[in-house]
């Protein structure tokens, strides 16, 4: 049984200090947005399948709202 565990991604993590030190674009993008809750798996596999499923059906989502807010402001691109 895959177990899921919640973690909090801090600025001082040593992953997002690198990233911050790699761009400086990123960096203040991560102090504007603060500390993010994620979920680890302890299977890297089923989270990579879960992302992807997650990512689809976002998309398909999208796909559509997208044609109900061109009602709602023709003038805008929705594309």
């Known amino acids: 049984m895959t177990t899921s565990r919640v973690t909090d991604l801090t600025a001082d993590h040593e992953y997002v200090l690198a990233l911050c030190a790699a761009d400086p674009q990123?960096?203040?993008l991560i102090r504007l947005v603060g500390?993010?809750?994620?979920?680890?798996?302890?299977?890297?596999?089923?989270?990579?399948?879960?992302?992807?499923v997650g990512q689809q059906l976002?998309?398909?989502?999208?796909?559509?709202?997208?044609?109900?807010?061109?009602?709602?402001?023709p003038s805008a691109a929705w594309t």
């Open 35 to 52: 500390d993010l809750p994620f979920k680890i798996s302890d299977d890297p596999f089923s989270s990579l399948v879960l992302s992807i």
């Open 26 to 28: 990123l960096a203040t």
């Open 58 to 73: 976002s998309a398909k989502a999208a796909s559509t709202i997208r044609p109900k807010c061109s009602l709602s402001s």
